[in-house]
């Protein structure tokens, strides 16, 4: 194997060669405790500092409303029970969330369900996009929250979060967004979103893993999940990872320089994996919306043909792919996302995610739809079911047009 291509940026990306320079000073040599009075506390507080403006400057919110976390994981947890808790004595226990939500939202959902929470979990259409609509009919008397995702990280589906803000806000309900797949590629303003809390993550901007912000609405009150020396504005106790969120500082402002520049050139060469794929390979479809995705997300599906397999052969080829998101591609149930778009079981089996990156050039692309080409056909041969899948699909075809 001599090529390696990495096309599984929603996974996780490479720490930035600038974002590893400047963190690497915050290990050995800047190594204070940020709460320390010291010179030594006061360079590490300054960081953090420093780090929490562009954090900030990237979202437009402001300083005094980032909050330091352990990634988009904690997050999503912080915003959902930290809000429930605070307004459960208020008679609010009901909670809005959709049904394609990352684990971090949907396994936290469930678990406030045991302790007898309810929960809504709202459809979306074929493309995996929610309507308003049912988020408004959804919302009671008694509901504390709604959490729906910026994008998702399978299908890259975008959703209506500005139109899902404005009506949470005009029935005063708490709005919070994982926005872990879609900051740094798409416009994300807290502001023009109207959301109240907002989910990071440093390892999907090219900074370091175990490190992530949550937006904290100035006003907004939380229940800390994690008790101690008051860090964080008291919402997340514990000494700072310093270094990480330099890290994730850093990553941060190149995000902002970069966004609109990687946007375009991602979004030409996905397009072209896109049209490419669809055209050289026969019974290849494109989940999740044609227009509102990331610009860096493509995912297919092959009709009689198993997405772990094609992972292994494409490994063997030297290139990443996913079938899902990382967390869920080692389980064998088929994607949540993709059974909620209304693929059946099968399809949601025969689906692959490639997510571009920085480092993906055309010549990428090119070496992608060949390998995927020869392993799709490899994989067809080796199938009993092939032929007869193909005939069936056929007539579905000529029966639904
Ligand atoms: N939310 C979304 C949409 C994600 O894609 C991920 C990671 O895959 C997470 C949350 C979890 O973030 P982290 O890995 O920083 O815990």
Known sequence: MNRRIYMDSSATTPVDPEVNRVMTQYFAEKFGN????????REAFEAVQESRRSVANLIGANVEEITFTSGGTESDNLAIVGTVRKLQRKGKDHIITSSIEHPAVLETCRSLEEEGYKVTYLPVDKYGVLNPEDVRSAISESTALIT???????????????????????????????AVQSVGKIP?????????????????IYGPKGVGALYVRKGVALQPLIHGGGHEHGFRSGT??????????VASDLARARREEDARRLGALRDKLVELVIREIEESYLNGHPTKRLPNNANFRFTGVEGESLILDLDEKGIAASTGSACSSKKLEPSHVLMAIGLNEVEAHGSLRLSLGRDNTEDDVDYVVESLKAVVQKLRAMSPLWGKTIELERWRKQLHG
């Open 34 to 41: 940020a709460s320390s009075l010291h010179s030594y506390g």
């Open 148 to 178: 729906v995702m910026h994008a998702n990280n399978e299908i890259g589906s975008i959703e209506p979060i500005k139109e899902i803000g404005e009506i949470a806000k005009g029935k005063g309900v708490i709005f919070h967004t994982d």
């Open 188 to 204: 994300t303003d807290v502001n023009e979103m109207n959301v109240d809390l907002l989910s990071i993550s440093a390892h999907k």
């Open 240 to 249: 700072e990872n310093v270094a990480g969120i330099v890290g994730l500082g």
